[in-house]
Nanobody
Framework: QVQLVESGGGLVQPGGSLTLSCAGSQSIFSRDALMNWYHEAPGKERELVATFSRGGGRTHLDSKKGRFTISRDTTTNTLYLQMNSLKPEDAGVYYC?????????WGRGTQVTVSS
């Protein structure tokens, strides 16, 4: 059974950093997979914040550029989101999503709280 498990969330002060991880099954952590991080702020719709494309390119939401970085390690089947200079509006639940061979897989999310 395919599983994605996020971790690394928590409470951080404004300006702080967190690194989120998404561990997945080997069968979908392929270079042919499209891998994404989404952010769901309280009361708002889930929003795509970063993508690791099949060709290896990386894109980030404009409001996160320079602060967030998506990366992956196919040897350990892990997707990462490095988040720096965190702001209160970055708080919420972060989800990883993988598209592979016509199927879409979601993790259950990890909570990020940004507060002093």
């Amino acid at each position: 059974q395919v599983q994605l498990v996020e971790s690394g969330g928590g409470l951080v002060q404004p300006g702080g950093s967190l690194t989120l991880s998404c561990a997945g099954s080997q069968s979908i952590f392929s270079r042919d997979a499209l891998m994404n991080w989404y952010h769901e702020a309280p009361g708002k719709e889930r929003e795509l914040v970063a993508t690791f494309s099949r060709g290896g390119g990386r894109t980030h939401l404009d409001s996160k550029k320079g602060r967030f970085t998506i990366s992956r390690d196919t040897t350990t089947n892990t997707l990462y989101l490095q988040m720096n200079s965190l702001k209160p509006e970055d708080a919420g639940v972060y989800y990883c999503m993988v598209q592979y061979r016509g199927s879409i897989y979601w993790g259950r999310g990890t909570q990020v709280t940004v507060s002093s």
